[in-house]
C-alpha cells in the first residue's frame, strides 16, 4: 500500500496565449475545473499504474470537497481518511496554462492548512512495514514532519515532494526521508544556489543528500533528472515527446517513483519508470487525468534512455 498524506484542491485553469506579466490582463480561451492537489495527484498517480493506495488529508464541507472525493473514489483511491471541515473552505488551485505547456500556480491553502493530528493519528493506525508514504509540503510542515519520523519507525518508505520549497527544511524531517524530490526551482532555494544544469544539480544533490536523505533526485524537466545515492549518483536524461501541459509531471514522476521503489527496482530502475511516468502526463491536458495506466506508462519505458554515471 502507498499513502499520500498531503493536500486536495479544486484546480481552477485557464488555457492563455502566454503567461501574463505583472499587470496584463489577457483573454483566456478555455476554463475548466479539474480535482488536484499535490497530495491527491500523486495518490491518483499511483493507482492508476496498479498499485494500492490511499489519501489522508483534509477538505472543506463543501461542494469542492464532496466533488474531490468521489474523484478519488472513481479513481481507485482509498478515501475514507480524509477529513471534512465545516469551517474552513476545500483548497483551491488558480493555474494558468500557455499554449507551450508551462505554467503559474497560485494556491490557496483553505482546509490543507488545518491538516494536523487528526490526520496524522489516521495514518498511524494504517501504516505498516513495507508501505510507502508519500509527502508535499502543501499542509502544514509539523504534520509531515511527524508522519515521515512515524513512516520511518515503523519501516515504511518516505519521499518527500518539497513543494512548495519556503527555505530550508528541519534536519528531523530530512533525516526520515528515502527520497527528496527537488525540482530545479526548489533545489535551488533549499541549497542558496542556482541549479542551471546537469552540473549544479549533482553538486546539489550532494549537498541535500548530507542533510539526511538516503536518496536526493533533482528534477530538470526536459533536462531529465539527477539522482545521488549511498552508491554513488547518475543523470538520468527525458524522453522527448510533444508537452501538453507540464501540471502535473512532478506528481507523475514521484507516484511513479514510488511505485517502482516499493516494488523493490533499483535506485536506475525506479527514476527511468518515473521518467517513463512523467513523460506520459506532459503530453496530456489536466492534472489527474494526465496520469497513464501502467501499460501507458509500460510504452513509453523502452524510450527512456540509460542513465550515465556521475
Known amino acids: 500500500m502507498i499513502y499520500s498524506f498531503g493536500s486536495l484542491n479544486m484546480d481552477l485553469v485557464s488555457q492563455v496565449p502566454h503567461l501574463p506579466t505583472p499587470g496584463e490582463t489577457l483573454l483566456g480561451t478555455t476554463f475548466t475545473t479539474v480535482p488536484g492537489g499535490k497530495g491527491a495527484n500523486q495518490a491518483v498517480a499511483v493507482a492508476r499504474l496498479g498499485m494500492a493506495a490511499a489519501l489522508i488529508g483534509r477538505v472543506g464541507n463543501d461542494s469542492f470537497g464532496r466533488s474531490l472525493i468521489q474523484s478519488l473514489n472513481a479513481a481507485g483511491v482509498a478515501a475514507e481518511a480524509i477529513s471534512l471541515d465545516a469551517q474552513t473552505p476545500t483548497g483551491v488551485a488558480l493555474i494558468v496554462v500557455d499554449d507551450a505547456g508551462q505554467n503559474q500556480i497560485v494556491v490557496v491553502p483553505g482546509a490543507n492548512g488545518k491538516v494536523g493530528q487528526r490526520e496524522v493519528q489516521s495514518l498511524a493506525v494504517r501504516l505498516r ?182
Open 129 to 310: 512495514a513495507g508501505d510507502g508514504v508519500l509527502l508535499q509540503l502543501e499542509v502544514p510542515w509539523v504534520a509531515v514532519e511527524a508522519v515521515a519520523q512515524f513512516a520511518q519507525a515503523q519501516g515504511a518508505t518516505v519521499i518527500l515532494d518539497p513543494a512548495p520549497a519556503l527555505g530550508p527544511l528541519p534536519a528531523p524531517l530530512l533525516e526520515a526521508v528515502d527520497w527528496l524530490t527537488p525540482n530545479q526551482t526548489e533545489a535551488s532555494q533549499l541549497v542558496g544556489f542556482a541549479v542551471t544544469d546537469v552540473a549544479s544539480a549533482w553538486v546539489a544533490a550532494q549537498a541535500l543528500r548530507q542533510q539526511g536523505p538516503r536518496q536526493v533526485v533533482v528534477k530538470l524537466g526536459q533536462g531529465g533528472s539527477v539522482v545521488a545515492t549511498p552508491n554513488g549518483g547518475f543523470h538520468q536524461p527525458a524522453i522527448t515527446v510533444p508537452v501538453v501541459d507540464t501540471v502535473a509531471a512532478g506528481d507523475a514522476f514521484n507516484g511513479g517513483l514510488a511505485t517502482a521503489w516499493v516494488g523493490g527496482q533499483s535506485p536506475e530502475q525506479a527514476v527511468q519508470w518515473a521518467t517513463a511516468v512523467a513523460a506520459y502526463a506532459v503530453t496530456q491536458r489536466g492534472a489527474q487525468a494526465s496520469m497513464p495506466t501502467r501499460a501507458q506508462a509500460e510504452a513509453l519505458l523502452a524510450q527512456v534512455p540509460q542513465p550515465h554515471p556521475l
